[in-house]
């Protein structure tokens, strides 16, 4: 079973939004640093987001303004809200554990894939 699991991709036209989400049965998010990550073919893994076990938010100067990263613990649940969407933010999005140096992470899950194109 994997550790996390990703929803919410799929065909965004430019301009448009999407949520994605994060679930896991074996990672209590309110006990620890969640980030949003993505990797754009022939790139390697970006971090994008982070949230720390307190709800406080950190984003990349990339993504920062245009994307939104929340969690509901309630739900076990983290959420990544992406507004104004061009195809640059086209990617595979994963969630993990935070890590400043994601090639280090292990534990990665399907992803789920983030298209924008008209």
């Known amino acids: 079973q994997a550790w996390f699991e990703e929803s919410g991709g799929g065909l965004v036209q430019p301009g448009g939004s999407r949520r994605l989400s994060c679930t896991s049965s074996r990672v209590t998010f309110s006990r620890t640093t969640m980030a949003w990550y993505r990797q754009a073919p022939g790139n390697e893994r970006e971090l994008l987001a982070h949230?720390?076990?307190?709800?406080?938010?950190r984003y990349a100067d990339s993504i920062k303004g245009r994307f939104t990263i929340s969690k509901d613990n309630a739900k076990n649940t983290v959420y990544l809200q992406m507004e104004n969407l061009n195809a640059e933010d086209t990617a595979a999005y994963s969630c993990n554990y935070y890590s400043n140096i994601p090639r280090y992470l292990s534990k990665w899950g399907q992803g789920t894939l983030v298209t924008v194109s008209s």
């Open positions: 949230i720390t076990d307190d709800d406080r938010p």
